[in-house]
């Protein structure tokens, strides 16, 4: 027997029995008088009994919204009690490290700081640079990219310049590819200061001796090497061609050294990118100027590259 059937037994029972419990002693009275309050109470009985039974979707409606309300509270005060504890630990770590109990937040300084240190010292084992009579021949290197990219290149071919232990004609610029600017080297670069820095390093001449090239019987060899080349690569696969050709170009020089190398020609490289590539003086005062004025504007602010490739 289902609930719905139940429900309606129980109602009938109750008020086939209600006439009697509410009104016992009209039982004495005439049969017309008592069968006119029974018809009465029967007809409302009827009618109660037709109702019909509670739907248990809706019971389950309601129980599951009770729940997912529940849940939702207890999930905020949750977040809430996360934060407040993480906001906690934070101030405590702070007071413990600087005994402090709000210690201010210095985004311009690293807590490590205090362990960097300079890189561009040569070492004492570091051999002088060779003579241009007793290179192993010229190095030719025109680069390729934009300013940053060529940048880098430039630095690159003072280390493959060392370890070919050749001499380094100044390197040529890309005017084509994303620089798309007439201007060479010495427009940009001091290169006189970018010569003598390094004479210590690898001889740098500005061109190759006319000499030289009139005695060739061809014309410089050119090559590309791939990108990221192991030192060992330019030993086996460049240096014999160089030694055969006394002059070579590479060509398309970005990247074209690997990063992992030896302490001394990391150095190197701190030494060219950070010392030896000083701007122009006209560069220098126009930069200046600018830093000055935004100064006037805030003690310390952020520069941002914006590169847009096609």
Known sequence: MGVGSKVWSLRSFLCSKQPQLL??????????????????????CWRSSVAKPTSWSMVCGFMLFGLGLISLLTGHMASHVEWY???????????????????????WESQYSRYYYGCKERGRNFAPAVSERKSNGYLLIATSGGLNQQRTGITDAVVVARILNATLVVP????????????????????????????????????VPDKVMRSMDKPPYTMRVPRKSEPEYYHDQVLPILLRRRVLQLTKFDFRLANDLDDELQRLRCRVNYHALRYTKPIRQFGQKLV???RKMANRFIAVHLRFVQ
């Not at 008592?34 to 029967?42: A, G, K, L, R």
């Not at 906690?88 to 770590?93: G, N, P, S, Y």
């Open 172 to 207: 040529e610029l890309d005017h084509h590819s994303f620089w798309k600017d007439d201007s060479d080297f010495n427009n940009i670069f001091d290169i006189n200061w970018f010569i003598t820095y390094l004479a210590k390093d690898i001889t740098i001449v500005k061109r």
């Open 85 to 107: 504890s993480q906001r906690f630990v934070h101030r405590t770590l702070h007071s413990a490290q600087d005994g402090s109990e709000r210690a201010p937040i210095d985004i």
């Open 292 to 294: 000055m004025r935004m």
């Open 23 to 44: 009104h016992p002693d009209k039982n004495n009275n005439s049969n017309g008088s008592i069968n006119h309050n029974h018809n009465h109470h029967s007809h409302m």
